[in-house]
């Protein structure tokens, strides 16, 4: 009651205000006048209608002056109220690309501070996740005026990443210059979770290409090179028998027989690294039963393996999934755990396949968004893309497991 009193008692006193001032006005317009003509002002006659005309003329300049601050302050204010409440976050930079003003959309998606102001846009701006941004100013989307949603990456000042769409517009501001205004909506779940379905599909398409190009080259090394450099050293063996009484020769002979046995052994290890035939042939048990001996031999590591579960195959995108993961797995514990023993389990439960690798070593603390090496990373996304995940648990002085589950039923299906 009292504020719509309020807002009467002031709209009475700026009409009676503006009316004073209108009248003040008509006055001074007519003296003017009367003073160009050389008329008298004691002429009331020709005075009085004059001032009328003069008196109506301002009046409704004042009214149409009003009436036109009342709606510019009506879009003002209701402009105001969409940009604080609209669902999409709202960014106005200068041209300098400094954030000078955002509503509480744009701060709560992109982590911003209430006065978020003179940031640069472009710490913010990423190309693709997981990259430092390769952009300048002339190739910048915002800066080229583009007027299409973009689909960009967002690093938020607490480093996480977020996929946003953003739609640019520009205006020209009396005071600053160009000024450009950037709607910002996040990435749908469903478009994200259909992100992640096509970047699966790559990357699994990727892996299964690097397996088919290893396949090949590991046949190439073991049925090309390999055999011709066996019959090399069969050819060298039937010359040095020919040599005989020749010392010298049968010693030189002899020497390059043992470095070329010693290259045949090299490239057999070389092949079964690359892709061992016994993965295809036989299986992921026997692969793994070969692979462990060659390392453990290799690293002075021992290591003890054990199989449960039916004698069935797995798929085989699961074979070379596991068996890649448990090469990994070694790899980084004779890098880095500095472990005597390892323990490995291969189950193969009704529904999905489990693996686990434990070694007795030095361990390392898990520290929550501590960034991931490049091996743990290649065993992640080798689980991910067939619906499994990776769970490493580590204790310093005792040592680090790494757990593995591979469901049969998505990407991993015979």
């Not at 009248?23 to 004691?42: E, K, Y």
């Not at 400094?98 to 509503?103: H, Q």
């Not at 913010?124 to 300048?136: F, I, Q, R, V």
């Amino acid at each position: 009651m009292n504020t719509g009193r309020k807002r009467y008692g002031r709209m009475a006193f700026f009409l009676l205000m503006n009316g004073l001032l209108t009248v003040m006005t008509s006055l001074l317009i007519v003296i003017s006048i009367f003073a160009m003509m050389g008329v008298q002002l004691t002429d009331r006659v020709r005075l009085l209608p004059v001032f009328i005309f003069v008196l109506v003329v301002t009046t409704a300049f004042f009214i149409i002056i009003y009436w036109q601050g009342r709606w510019l302050r009506t879009e003002q204010q209701m402009l105001s109220n969409v940009f604080e409440h609209i669902s999409d976050g709202v960014l106005v930079l200068n041209k300098y690309l400094e954030i000078v003003k955002s509503n509480p959309a744009a701060r709560e998606l992109l982590q911003l501070p209430e006065d978020a102001k003179k940031i640069s846009y472009c710490s913010l701006c990423s190309n693709y996740p997981g990259l430092e941004k390769l952009c300048d100013y002339d190739s910048c989307y915002v800066a080229t005026h583009q007027h299409e949603p973009v689909e960009v990456q967002i690093r938020t000042p607490v480093s996480e990443s977020a996929s946003v769409t953003v739609t640019t517009s520009e205006y020209e501001d009396p005071d600053h210059g160009p000024m450009f205004i950037l709607r910002v909506r996040k990435v749908g779940d469903e478009r994200k979770e259909e992100q992640e379905k096509i970047a699966k599909m790559i990357t699994r398409s990727i892996l299964q290409a690097q397996e088919n190009e290893r396949k090949r080259i590991s046949r190439e090394l073991h049925d090309g090179i390999g055999q011709q450099l066996y019959i090399m050293m069969i050819h060298l063996g039937m010359i040095k028998a020919e040599a005989e009484g020749q010392d010298s020769i049968i010693n030189r002979l002899g020497e390059l027989e043992e470095s070329t046995r010693l290259l045949i052994q090299d490239v057999r290890h070389l092949s079964a690294e690359l892709r061992p035939s016994t993965l295809d042939d036989i299986g992921l048990v026997a692969a793994l039963r070969n692979y462990i001996q060659d390392y453990s031999h290799k690293f002075g590591i021992q290591v003890h393996f054990a199989y449960e579960g039916s004698k069935e195959r797995f798929p085989a995108p699961v074979e070379t999934a596991l068996y890649r993961i448990c090469q990994e797995a070694l790899i980084n514990a004779a890098k880095y755990a500095q472990t005597e023993n390892i323990h490995i389990l291969l189950d193969r439960e009704p529904d999905q396949a489990r693996l686990s690798v434990q070694d007795f070593g030095v361990g390392f603390e898990l520290k929550p968004g501590t960034a991931r090496g490049v091996g743990l990373y290649s065993m992640e996304e080798r689980a991910g893309i067939l619906g499994g995940s990776v769970t490493i648990t580590s204790q310093k002085t005792k040592g680090t497991k790494i757990e593995v589950r591979i469901p049969f039923t998505e990407g991993g299906d015979q």
